[in-house]
């Protein structure tokens, strides 16, 4: 097949375009202007330059494709909310009229975070779209939508994925900054800490991606791709301590007083025009302190998903990863002392 990959230069795209290049696929992925693509170029990848924001970019890297997997989004920076919609919502429908102009079929990678958190039972996908007020989660949602209808009015064939909050190696985004602050000893354990978190191994989720690009009648449906295994929040932090040889994290924060600490810090932020997120929000602190599952009954019944990493697993390989940057960063200054 050929298969056109946004977002392809990420932690995610990363580990998708290996899977697919090793099962035979001819990948193209697009890429903005200014981001380095060596390591496509190096696997023999076709790297366009684009912005799912400029649909006139698009043409292209969607020319002839019979696929696209749109990873592409904004998460994880500290923009208006403005910034977020362009990418996760005007984007995703800029990219998906090009796939219809095409003819390709379309996996829409959504997220976990469309149906709000603390939800007190395991999500399935038919509960409403009700996304925490912060705005990678309602443009997500919003996002979400766009490709739904598309897919009722316009007859767009297209897969959403909800998947989990992924990591693995690669991952500086999630797994890197839990583990840099245990190994600094700041790590915390917000509320009892027996918490459900909802993360999955990012091999998982490229299963679930490869999946549902290649199920006849996944088109027109919705799907959770997660581990149905979590792990508390404090398993999770205690795993990744003893993985990367730090202590363990010993301090409980009450979740009330430090939801209120992540919203002052917001308030702060705004009042100063910041351009630095706060060290504390309530995204974040709700991600951590409250209890989140989600079922994967339908995509186990459907396409055949069942999560083949363990969390713990997980935890181990990432943490191999991670030792062996921070080795890597300390191999110059050990040679000039000695």
């Keep these: ?29 697009l890429v903005l202007p200014d981001e380095d693509a060596s390591w496509l ?3 023999g990848v076709t790297v366009h330059r684009g912005d799912v924001r400029r649909p006139e970019t698009l043409t292209a890297p969607m020319s002839g494709v019979d696929a696209v997997l749109h990873l592409a989004g904004m998460m994880g920076v500290w923009r208006p909310m403005a910034d977020y919609h362009a990418v996760n919502v005007t984007g995703t429908e800029n990219v998906c009229h090009a796939a219809l102009i095409e003819a390709a079929r379309i996996v829409h990678v959504s997220s976990w975070t469309v149906y709000g958190m603390a939800q007190g039972a395991p ?16 443009t ?28 693995g190696p690669g991952d500086r985004l999630h797994f890197s900054r839990m583990a840099d602050r245990l190994r600094a000893g700041r ?32 088109v027109g449906r919705a799907y959770n ?42 308030v702060v932020g ?5 351009p630095r997120q706060p060290i504390v929000t309530r995204l974040g602190v709700k991600l951590f302190g409250t209890d989140n599952r989600h079922a994967i009954d339908r995509a186990r019944r459907e396409l055949g998903f069942t999560p083949q990493v363990s969390l713990e697993d997980g935890v181990r390989l990432a943490a191999g990863w991670y030792r062996g ?8 200054a050990l040679a000039v002392t000695r």
């Design 225 to 266: 791709i997660t581990n149905d295994r979590p792990l508390a929040q404090k398993q999770f932090l205690h795993a990744i301590a003893r993985a990367i040889g730090a202590d363990p994290p010993r301090f409980h924060v009450p979740y009330h007083a430090l939801y209120a600490a992540g919203y002052a810090a917001e």
């Design 41 to 43: 170029d190096e696997r």
């Design 325 to 332: 940057q921070n080795e890597s960063a300390l191999t110059p």
């Design 123 to 138: 999500v399935r996908e038919e509960h409403p779209l009700t996304p925490f007020r912060e705005p990678y989660a309602i």
């Design 187 to 218: 790590g915390v354990i917000v509320g009892s800490g027996d918490n459900a978190l909802p993360f999955v191994y990012v091999t998982d989720v490229v299963q679930g991606l490869l999946l549902a690009l290649d199920h006849e009648h996944a």
């Design 270 to 274: 705004k009042i100063t025009r910041s």
């Design 1 to 29: 097949m050929e298969i056109l990959i946004t977002g392809g230069n990420g932690l995610l795209g990363r580990h998708l375009v290996r899977a697919m290049q090793d099962r035979g696929d001819s990948v193209r992925v």
């Design 140 to 167: 997500k949602a919003a996002g979400d939508m766009v490709v739904q209808r598309m897919i009722a009015q316009d007859g767009l064939a297209a897969v959403v994925l909800r998947p989990g909050t992924f990591f």
